[in-house]
């Protein structure tokens, strides 16, 4: 059974820090590169980070270069996003989503249910 379980999420004032997790299980997750994407109400669903099945490849949304890490740790099929710097502007659902590809595409096989991020003071 495939499963991506997003965790870390929750609400953090401006300024603030969270570390967001997507645990996988149930495919080869070394072979996927993994996204994380967000929501906010009453907008469209963008794309925010993403990493190489490898991890030598990284891609940012504008928006978030300098602020946002992603990391994955192959022996734990575990992928991070570090967020820094939060601004209310973040504050939105996040998803991770998994694609059997060796670099970061618009195309995803597998997809979390998401764990809110609400940055506000």
């Known amino acids: 059974q495939v499963q991506l379980v997003e965790s870390g999420g929750g609400l953090v004032q401006p300024g603030g820090s969270l570390r967001l997790s997507c645990a996988a299980s149930?495919?080869?997750?070394?072979?996927?590169?993994i996204g994380w994407f967000r929501q906010a109400p009453g907008k469209e669903r963008e794309g925010v980070s993403c990493?190489?099945?490898?991890?030598?490849?990284?891609y940012y949304l504008d928006s978030v270069k300098g602020r946002f890490t992603i990391s994955r740790d192959n022996a734990k099929n575990t992928v991070y996003l570090q967020m820094n710097s939060l601004k209310p502007e973040d504050t939105a659902i996040y998803y991770c989503?998994?694609?059997?590809?060796?670099?970061?595409?618009?195309?995803?096989?597998?997809w979390g249910q998401g764990t809110q991020v609400t940055v506000s003071s």
């Open positions: 989503a998994a694609g059997r590809r060796e670099w970061c595409t618009n195309e995803y096989d597998y």
């Open positions: 149930g495919f080869t997750f070394r072979y996927y590169a």
């Open positions: 990493i190489s099945r490898g991890g030598s490849s990284t």
